[in-house]
C-alpha cells in the first residue's frame, strides 16, 4: 500500500471527524497543521464548541446564540483570559501569604473569584493542582473543585495523583466555642489531600474552612506538617 493510501483524502469525513473530537486542544491543533485537508477538519466549530463546553461547563452564554460562528476563536480568546484571571488569583493568594497565614476573608474571597471567573475543572487541574505551587493553592483549587463545581471524587483523585500532590498533606487546628453543639476547646485533623477527597475525615476540615469564624469556631488554622523549620508554619489562619 502507497503512503498516498494513508492520507486524509481516502478517509471519509465522518471518520475524520471521529478521529479529531478525540483529541484535546493542543492535539488538535497539531493535527491541523500536518495539511489542509486536516486544517478545514480540526477548525470545525463542533469540535471547538464540544470542547469549550467540555472545558468550561458553567460557560454557556455564546451558546444561546444559534447563529454564532468562530467556536475556535472563542476557545482560545477564553482559553487566554482565563489563565490571565486565574494568575491574579494565584498572585494573590502568594502575596497574601507571605508570611505564612492567610486571612479567612482571603481564602474564601479566593474561592469566590475562581467561580466568578468561571474556571472548569480542566483549568484547575492545569493552573492550581500542581506540585510546584504551596500546598495553600492546591487546597483552594481541591476545595472549588468538589464544592463549586461539584466534580465526582474520583476524577480528582485522578488529578491529584496525575499532579503528583495526592500524598501533600495539612494540618488543620480550630478553636471552637462550648455550646450544646460542641465540645469546644483546641481541636487539630491532619490529613491527606486524596483522603480530603474521599470524605476520610467525615467533611470536617472543608466544614470547618468553609465557617470559618462563626459563633461556634473563634479560629481556625491549617499549616504545613512538612515545612522547613521546626516550628510550625502556618499556611492560613481564620480568625
Given amino acids: 500500500m502507497s503512503q498516498s493510501d494513508y492520507s486524509y483524502s481516502s478517509l471519509p469525513k465522518e471518520i475524520s471527524l471521529k478521529i479529531a473530537s478525540s ?27 464540544s470542547l469549550l463546553k467540555e472545558r468550561w461547563p458553567l460557560l454557556c452564554g455564546a451558546d444561546k446564540d444559534p447563529n454564532f460562528k468562530d467556536w475556535r476563536g472563542f476557545y482560545v480568546k477564553q482559553h487566554e483570559e482565563q489563565k490571565r484571571q486565574a494568575e491574579s488569583v494565584i498572585n494573590l493568594v502568594e502575596q497574601r501569604s507571605l508570611f505564612g497565614s492567610l486571612n479567612a476573608v482571603d481564602y474564601l474571597h479566593a474561592i469566590s473569584c475562581l467561580e466568578r471567573i468561571q474556571l472548569g475543572f480542566r483549568d484547575v487541574q492545569m493552573l492550581l493542582l500542581k506540585p510546584e505551587l504551596n500546598v495553600l ?11 463549586n463545581l461539584q466534580v465526582p471524587a474520583f476524577h480528582i483523585t485522578e488529578a491529584l495523583w496525575s499532579g503528583k500532590i495526592a500524598d501533600r498533606q495539612v494540618c488543620v487546628k480550630w478553636r471552637s466555642t462550648y455550646n450544646f453543639r460542641t465540645r469546644g476547646g483546641d481541636q487539630s485533623r491532619c490529613v491527606y489531600l486524596k483522603d480530603l477527597v474521599k470524605g476520610e475525615d467525615d467533611g470536617e476540615v472543608l466544614t470547618v474552612l468553609e465557617r470559618g469564624a462563626t459563633y461556634e469556631l473563634s479560629r481556625v488554622q491549617v499549616s504545613d506538617p512538612f515545612s522547613g523549620s521546626g516550628d510550625e508554619h502556618e499556611l492560613i489562619t481564620i480568625i
Avoid at 23 to 30: F, G, K, V
Avoid at 36 to 48: G, K, T
Avoid at 138 to 146: E, K, Q, S
Fill in 137 to 147: 493553592l492546591n487546597l483552594i483549587g481541591l476545595h472549588y473543585c468538589l464544592n
Fill in 23 to 49: 483529541l484535546e486542544a493542543p492535539a488538535l491543533s497539531s493535527l491541523a497543521c500536518c495539511s489542509r485537508d486536516w486544517q478545514e477538519i480540526c477548525v470545525s466549530d463542533c469540535l471547538w464548541k
